[in-house]
């Protein structure tokens, strides 16, 4: 059929924008016997701090394969069992920092390895990610923060960092700390005049230019060490660049229309886990972003299922209160996971597939429990990858989890040689 329709387009009436779905007649065809047209993939990647407990959350080791019986910790996701594997053996040989979850769980790199530097990073798995699915979206992805933004970050299980995205130079990216900046961000229009956003953003690049052009003459006859500095200058120079050149492509399209409510304000805990999930499954739906990550709240989360416990009390758990705290801790978060699971299975794409069929989900930390970082938990559900699914898969012992974003990057056709510290790709995966 020929048409002048793209991607795109956007059906218009009584003031309102409505994304297309995935029409036949803008590119898109079903399944045919003969031949398959892929669908985007996405990538959500969830990071929890404090680990898990762990005499409840893993399944036996000696259940190896698709007949394993879930733990309790991970019960309320029976229902979704042939759709996610869990992983036993993984681990960041360089993480040393039990409550810095977050800062290094999906970048593997060694703090230490700049001379003369005690904190070095380096690119997370979710943006290199972006480099293959994040060219076609308004947002190529979006951070997530859980928890009140007034408490540091190392009181909810995490790191150094502004969520749990680190940029191709090993600098933070920082994230939104609420659903309703989540729902703004993707669907509010800017009450700015066009004209004037497009001006706006043309002094930005007049500016940019003038400054790159001072830094340049600035560099001839700097040390060593400056040149360093300079060129990681004009690495943060590239992505504004780069970040000004997606605004002005998307500039004049019109954000499309919710398909959810408004959340409300001040949101905590639980119910901001779930409107977060919410929100995520409707920026697949609207095809907005395909990349996700979010640093999850840890002691919102505890006081909004009842805990008594303190947070880093339940951490340090011992048979009694503090083990049932972070027991009921395991539950509560796998039974908004499941939901999460539930709702991306009950989207459904035009060849009758559904987002889950084409979307990664990793659930975990890089925290076992108390401060033991081997092990890490670890949960990937959905078949964006093309890993086995459905199976409980023990690697052998202190395999890098770099390994398996590795594995996972590669299966959503992203061209890495290699990730942080990754030896290679976790051949227990394939399929």
Sequence with gaps: MNTSLSRRHFLRAAGSVIALPALESLGFRAFTAEKAVSRPKRMIFLGFGFGVTQETW??????????????????????HQKDFSVIQGLSNQYSQDAHWGSTFWLTGANRFSEPGQSFHNTISA????????????????????????????????????????????????????????????????????????????????????????????????????????????????????????RDEQWLGVTKPKAPIGEPAANLHGKEEVKLMYDLMVAAFQTDSTRVFTYRQPAEAFTKSIGAKVALHDMSHYAPGERMLASQARDRAQSELFAGLLDRLKFVQETDGSSLLDHTCVVYGSNLRTVHNLDNCPTVVAGGGAGIKLGHHVVAQKNTPLCNLWLTLLRGVGVEAERHGDSTGVLKEMAV
């Design 58 to 79: 893993f399944p036996d080791v000696k259940q190896i394969g698709a007949e394993y019986t879930l733990p309790e910790g991970l019960a309320p996701l029976a229902r």
């Design 126 to 245: 979710d943006q290199a990610a972006v480099a293959k699915l994040g060219q076609d979206t308004r947002f190529s992805s979006i951070q997530l923060n859980g928890g009140d933004p007034d408490l540091v970050a190392h009181h909810q299980g995490h790191g150094p960092g502004l969520s749990l995205s680190w940029d191709a130079g090993g600098k933070p990216v920082a994230g939104l700390n609420s659903p309703a900046q989540l729902f703004h961000k993707m669907f509010s229009e800017e009450p700015m005049p066009l004209a004037q956003r497009q001006a706006l953003l043309a002094q930005e690049r007049s500016v940019l230019d003038a400054v790159l052009s001072d830094a340049k003459q600035l560099q001839r006859g700097l040390t060593k060490n400056d040149n360093d500095k300079i060129n990681e200058y004009f690495q943060s120079i590239r992505e504004i660049e780069t970040r000004i050149a």
